[in-house]
């Protein structure tokens, strides 16, 4: 710990000390440091608005209650300036000395930064024209033990921001715009769907098999079933259910798991939005996810141009560029990147810098070159469509080349936005797909019957409407549209490795 930061220690447990005996101070004199509820407030964006009597008149100002936290307090004989901060933004206050009961203003001076209180006053404007709002009435309804971190000097550590997010949220006012435009973009989402006649819905989060993705489920045990159970990794193959049941057009805002890493764009605990439209099919999702893109960016941001800093703007306005999987590849790997033998496209591969050696097959080597060179450069909105069949085994194979399936990928800043399918609804070629992927992919001890959802394949046979189907990532849709380059910048409480 450097001498400064231990300097700073000290002070900060002397404050809390100080802190903790003004408690005991407000209690003996009959005053309730933690108060009860503060009736009648005004939001200070609201109070902003109010029309004050014209310059020169001796008519107070409109009252205004206002409740938030002392962020600045300035102490100037027998009057006191003070910052308030609301969710909504700052007011400045006065307290002067005249305008109050001597105990009242005596409070007023024993306030520390970071104390939650409630004020009724009069607004007037000062001379230097800023909103002020003159103090009749102050109450302390919660008092800070703990210093607040300076925004610019006490809260720069990075991994302490995203472990104390209410820090953060006080310190940086510009993080709740973050989080305000998630609230706001998932809102018009849900709006976006609703118009279109989607309906929302809920499945089981908590799940028998882990279907839907590839991907390291967490598992659990179900003490009143007796038996193993899984946090979802998608909810798919029980909105696809319902399409069998006869509802055509469903969506979830979802909470998903997968127990595998952490970086910039993968947190283990993630929203998804999964949308199904019977009837439709991946042509039918790309048009729904440029208007919901563009629609949502226009109501929410008031533009389709996006800046992420240091020159990088993205650019939602449709129609969004199309390419398929093998021009891409082409594109990185070179012109005859399928035509070469697959020792010559390994060794191609290690010149160019990717992680592929003789023990993989031409499908990973080619999609070792997709994910480490394509994906990354997609940094404007790219479909790209038509993917090997082997990777989507829930997905319907083209009509022209039934070893590519019907399926787009969104791209959006090097990074996978919106998987969609033309759903395979053919219940023979669906359970040969799930008996390969089992094949490929079983290790020893794993059962069929633990592996393959028979009563997915039973709902199928009942005959399933064709349809397309679309997963969005959620956080990922708010990094985009909020300048974002890490995930953790828009979960309010991403996970965190636990300190000892």
């Not at 809390?16 to 004199?29: G, H, P, S």
């Not at 055509?248 to 595998?260: A, D, G, P, Q």
């Not at 199904?276 to 893109?293: P, R």
């Not at 290690?350 to 480490?372: A, R």
Request: net charge negative; aromatic share 8%.
């Amino acid at each position: 710990m450097s001498e400064n930061v231990e300097n700073n220690a000290v002070q900060n447990m002397d404050l809390f000390e100080q802190r903790t005996a003004k408690i005991r101070d407000y209690q003996e004199a009959g005053i309730n440091p933690f108060g009860g509820a503060f009736p009648n407030v005004e939001l200070i964006e609201v109070v902003r608005t109010k029309e004050l009597p014209p310059e020169g008149s001796e008519l107070p100002g409109p009252e205004a209650t206002v409740a938030g936290r002392m962020t600045a307090k300035r102490g100037m004989g027998k009057s006191i300036f003070a910052d308030l901060r609301d969710s909504t933004g700052r007011l400045q206050l006065f307290a002067g000395k005249s305008d109050m009961p001597e105990e009242m203003f005596a409070l007023c001076r024993k306030l520390d930064i970071g104390d939650i209180i409630g004020v009724k006053g009069n607004l007037f404007t000062t001379k230097t024209g800023e909103l002020t709002l003159r103090v009749k009435e102050i109450t302390l309804l919660s008092k800070s033990m703990r210093p607040l971190p300076e925004k610019f000097h006490g809260l720069v550590d990075v991994e302490q921001r995203y472990r104390q997010r209410y820090l953060d949220l006080i310190a940086n006012p510009e993080v709740k715009d973050v989080f305000r435009k998630r609230s706001a973009i998932i809102r018009e989402v849900r709006n976006f769907l609703a118009d279109r006649g989607f309906m929302e819905v809920e499945t089981p989060m908590l799940q028998p098999l882990a279907g839907g993705a590839s991907a390291t489920p967490f598992e659990t045990f179900y003490g009143a079933l007796n038996s193993t159970v899984y946090m979802r990794i998608a909810p798919e193959l029980y909105l696809k259910r319902l399409l069998v049941g006869g509802f055509e057009k469903v969506f979830e805002l979802n909470r998903s798991f997968r127990n595998e890493g952490l970086d910039r764009r993968h947190n283990p605990e993630f929203t998804m939005l999964e949308i199904y439209q019977a009837y439709s099919n991946c042509e039918g999702m790309m048009e729904l996810i440029e208007s919901m893109i563009s629609t949502v960016a226009m109501k929410v941001c008031g533009t389709l141009k996006i800046d992420h800093g240091n020159g990088k703007v993205l650019d939602f306005t449709p129609p969004f560029r199309r390419a398929t999987y093998h021009e891409l590849c082409k594109e990185k790997g070179g012109d005859d990147w399928f035509d070469i033998t697959p020792a010559e496209r390994i060794e191609r591969g290690q010149k160019l810098g990717l992680d592929v050696n003789s023990s993989m097959s031409d499908l990973e080597v080619t999609n070792e070159l997709y994910e480490k060179l394509v994906e990354p450069t997609n940094i404007q909105p790219t479909f790209v469509t038509r993917l090997p069949a082997e990777l989507l085994p829930l997905a319907n194979p083209c009509a022209d080349d039934p070893t590519l399936v019907d399926v787009f990928e969104l791209g959006v800043n090097g990074m996978e936005l919106a998987p969609a399918y033309s759903e395979l609804n053919n219940p023979i070629i669906q359970r040969q797909r799930f008996m390969d992927q089992f094949e490929a992919t079983k290790e020893e001890g794993d059962e069929l019957e633990n592996k393959v959802d028979e009563d997915f394949l039973t709902a199928l046979e009942y005959g399933m409407p064709p349809a397309g189907g679309m997963g969005v990532g959620i956080d990922r849709l708010v990094m985009a549209l909020t300048g974002a380059e890490s995930i953790r910048d828009v979960i309010l409480f991403p996970q965190m490795k636990r300190l000892k």
